[in-house]
């Protein structure tokens, strides 16, 4: 990751009434983040008796500039509301706002990075990233948005290289670059880090906070790893199974960096499980 030049410490309240986190380095940058509003969203696939719930009733909202993560059993529904937050899917019932105004389909501010890099390998790491600029016929004029992309993800240098020539935590920064170029104010992050090697994960999740408190865009993720969830997120929502109804709310009480030995994350996990179900072994 390159290095930038660090911003004074700020804080970042919630109007829905949570403890407000302090973080130390890099500050969210104020005023560019989507704010985002999930109100009694049901879901289903399906109809008559072969109808499937998956989602029952969510209601979540997200501030300017926060990190939200959501934690579940698999299959419970998260994905399928990080599609309608995308604009992907329309919801059977309920309604999602951003910014006051109702998400009825893809709109650029709105990226989702999914678990997949899915570049085109025929394709250079520059082309694979300017493709957003590229659909909406800009990439002449705004080359300098891509450049500026693969140097925020530390990859400046692979610009000519192929995916088949990345490992799979470079090929990753590639699609974290596409998504930035853009220059989102919310991203939606699908598992984004779950196909990386442990050690790659690690070092990645750190880049994720990075990169996130630098541009100061809004984010959604969706996770099965407790620690990663915590490590990354201001808030964790845990879900039931499904039909996902909110289970709990954890507030992440903690400045960033921060450190995977801290006694206050064991005992959020702890917590976590226990709503989970899985903390008889903890």
């Known amino acids: 990751m390159v290095a930038i030049a660090e911003r004074p410490a700020s804080a ?6 949570h403890a407000t986190v302090h973080t130390t380095g890099h500050a969210p940058v104020p005023g560019t983040g989507a704010h985002i509003d999930i109100r009694n969203v049901s879901h289903w696939f399906g109809s008559g008796d072969s109808r499937l719930q998956v989602l029952d009733g969510v209601d979540l909202t997200v501030t300017p500039g926060e990190f939200v993560a959501l934690l579940g059993p698999s299959g419970c529904g998260k994905s399928t509301l990080l599609r309608l937050v995308a604009g992907l899917d329309s919801p059977v019932s309920g309604e999602l706002l951003q910014d006051g105004r109702p998400i009825t389909e893809p709109d650029p501010s709105r990226i989702v990075v999914f678990q997949d890099p899915t570049l085109y390998p025929w394709r250079r790491v520059w082309d694979n990233v300017a493709l957003g600029l590229q659909a909406r016929g800009i990439v002449r004029q705004e080359r300098h948005r891509v450049d500026a992309a693969l140097r925020r993800v530390g990859l400046e240098a692979f610009g000519r290289a192929f ?3 990345l490992s799979g935590g470079m090929a990753q920064r590639v699609a974290l670059a596409r998504a930035l170029v853009n220059d989102p104010r919310l991203l939606v992050l699908d598992e984004p880090l779950g196909k990386l090697d442990s050690l790659t994960r690690l070092a990645m999740q750190g880049d994720l906070v990075e990169l996130w408190q630098r ?4 984010a959604l993720l969706v996770t099965h790893d407790v620690e990663e969830a915590l490590f990354l997120a201001q808030r964790v ?3 039931s199974d499904r039909p996902a109804k909110i289970r709990a709310e954890l507030t992440v009480d903690l400045p960033y960096p921060r450190h995977r030995g801290d006694p206050r994350l064991t005992e959020l996990r702890h917590e976590a499980l226990r709503h989970l179900g899985l903390d008889a072994s903890w």
């Open 215 to 218: 541009s100061g865009f809004s």
């Open 163 to 165: 995916p088949h020539q």
């Open 237 to 239: 929502i845990l879900f």
């Open 12 to 17: 970042t309240g919630h109007a829905n009434g």
